[in-house]
T-cell receptor, first 112, second 115 residues
Framework: KQEVTQIPAALSVPEGENLVLNCSFTDSAIYNLQWFRQDPGKGLTSLLLIQSSQREQTSGRLNASLDKSSGRSTLYIAASQPGDSATYLCAVVGAGSYQLTFGKGTKLSVIP | EPEVTQTPSHQVTQMGQEVILRCVPISNHLYFYWYRQILGQKVEFLVSFYNNEISEKSEIFDDQFSVERPDGSNFTLKIRSTKLEDSAMYFC?????????????FGQGTRLTVV
């Protein structure tokens, strides 16, 4: 059974700092990996999708990498802003599956 | 920008009552999903739906749950006899192709409180 782990569970950084969020998964047989943002009491906003054949994806200040063989992904946020404060979720689609398996998330606080 | 819309945003119901959660997926999407998130826990998969039938379901999705696409725009989740442990945020999602090939877009969720 696929398990997704995100470390750290919470992170607090000063505004302007670059930061990295980590995600690991136990079964490397995946179709893709998706990073989401969740604001308190709100839905999930898709940030980046990396297909299993890709190594990284970029969108603005966000860069996500994927190392499928080692079961790891990172989300890099450049020049963090207070508006980036949210919980960031990592999720994978396992091969032969129609479902996303989520990690518990990293709660990010960017201090002005 | 197209979005997944869920109604209501919050529903309170008594234990044993039936509830229907409603979703309008993005119009050109063909694959639909329900997930739930119990407070403080991970987002969990419930069911995927394509071509008017269930593609995959989790162990959570037992006989108390059902899904339906009653018309060309709505996608519903019904819980027949709610239990206290059904209290959670329920998310609807949709995608253009199967989720192995494309990103999923989620709604804002319905917070279900069973009392």
């Amino acid at each position: 059974k696929q398990e997704v782990t995100q470390i750290p569970a919470a992170l607090s950084v000063p505004e302007g700092e670059n930061l990295v969020l980590n995600c690991s998964f136990t079964d490397s047989a995946i179709y893709n990996l998706q990073w989401f943002r969740q604001d308190p009491g709100k839905g999930l906003t898709s940030l980046l999708l990396i297909q299993s054949s890709q190594r990284e994806q970029t969108s603005g200040r966000l860069n996500a990498s994927l190392d499928k063989s080692s079961g790891r992904s990172t989300l890099y946020i450049a020049a963090s802003q207070p508006g980036d404060s949210a919980t960031y979720l990592c999720a994978v689609v396992g091969a032969g599956s129609y479902q996303l398996t989520f990690g518990k998330g990293t709660k990010l606080s960017v201090i002005p | 920008e197209p979005e997944v819309t869920q109604t209501p945003s919050h529903q309170v119901t008594q234990m044993g009552q039936e509830v229907i959660l409603r979703c309008v997926p993005i119009s050109n999407h063909l694959y639909f999903y329900w997930y739930r998130q119990i407070l403080g826990q991970k987002v969990e998969f419930l069911v995927s739906f394509y071509n008017n039938e269930i593609s995959e379901k989790s162990e959570i999705f037992d006989d108390q749950f059902s899904v339906e696409r009653p018309d060309g725009s709505n996608f519903t989740l019904k819980i027949r006899s709610t239990k206290l442990e059904d209290s959670a945020m329920y998310f609807c999602a949709s995608s253009t192709t199967d989720i192995g090939g494309t990103e999923a877009f989620f709604g804002q969720g319905t917070r279900l409180t069973v009392v």
